[in-house]
């Protein structure tokens, strides 16, 4: 996507006055981070990754024959029980870049002819990176730029990377919001989510893929299937089909694994039966969802 150069910097003004105090994801929390505060994410205003890498594990039109240029982002808004990256995204590992570091490192994946840039967990960094974007197409960034979400964003923030950010990966991890409280300590998901998904397909609509069969623009709706989780799977589906039709991407995952803090919830302290996936594929047929994939084991 190409944005008119003043528009652009508009855009990354706005973000910049979110950043602090930060209202930069739904939790508002307010820190003041210029002046050394930090936020609910347990993020500075400076930004810091874990890792960056072509990686081949994303739904295949995002790794395409390479790999997806991941960018791995410390810490996150979300503190999920549950999470296999706990090891930045909680305890925040990694190493701090400044924006021109992150802009080579998007034009670095590109050289190594990555399908894409993929900003995994980036929400509470949004200024510093689309600052980065800007740069980096500014030198030559042509590959898309896909952002990886839990789905729990700010539809205010979300219009400001309109222009910005080609391919949409988000989450819908729950409907009922009991359980993203429980889980992930996140007020009102559902409702949150829901907004954000639609914002999202506003800007770059249902996927669409290059000659070579990689991603160029879209929108693709990551499920992930809990233990004892088919109620709210349903649930879930019902309401993407409500706000955004059958026509979506949908990668039903099967994934799941108890580490980090799992262990001490028992409903969710084992990996999913064979009999739950069927039934989950199940679902998605129900609801007319045709597009997508499926990945067991």
């Known amino acids: 996507m190409n944005l008119k150069p003043e528009q652009a910097l508009s855009q990354i003004k706005e973000l910049y006055k979110l950043l602090s105090p ?10 003041k981070r210029f002046e050394g505060e930090y936020g609910i994410c347990d993020a500075s205003q400076r930004v810091k990754i874990s890792s960056y890498t072509l990686y081949k594990g994303e739904e295949p039109p995002l790794s395409g024959v390479n790999g997806s240029g991941a960018i791995f982002f410390s810490h996150c808004n979300l503190k999920c029980v549950y999470c296999q990256n706990f090891n930045f995204s909680q305890y925040g590992s990694g190493h701090f870049v400044s924006v021109r570091e992150l802009s080579n490192i998007m034009l670095g994946l590109q050289g190594k002819r990555a399908a894409n840039v993929n900003l995994i967990t980036a929400t509470h960094y949004l200024p510093q990176v689309v600052s980065a974007i800007k740069i980096a197409r500014d030198n030559g960034l042509v590959i898309p730029v896909v952002y ?3 789905g729990y964003e700010s539809v205010r923030v979300l219009r400001l990377l309109d222009g910005f950010v080609d391919i949409y990966l988000a989450d819908f991890r729950y409907a009922f919001n009991g359980n993203a409280i429980k889980y992930s300590s996140a007020p009102f998901y559902k409702e949150i989510a829901k907004e954000a998904l639609v914002e999202m397909y506003r800007q770059v609509g249902d996927l669409k893929l290059g000659k070579d069969g990689t991603a160029v623009k ?26 955004v039709g059958s026509r979506v991407h949908i990668s039903l995952m099967s994934q799941y694994v108890p580490v980090y803090r799992a262990k001490e919830y028992p409903e969710i302290s084992r990996k999913i039966t064979k009999e739950e996936f069927l039934r989950a594929s199940h679902l998605l047929r129900k609801f007319g969802f045709t597009n997508g994939w499926v990945q067991y084991g």
Not at 22 to 31: M, S
């Open 22 to 31: 930060c209202f930069l994801c739904p939790l508002n929390c307010g820190a």
């Open 218 to 243: 879209g929108l693709i709706i990551r499920l992930l299937l809990f233990p004892n989780g088919l109620k709210e799977l349903e649930k879930i589906l019902e309401i993407i089909s409500g706000c």
């Open 148 to 150: 990886n979400t839990s």
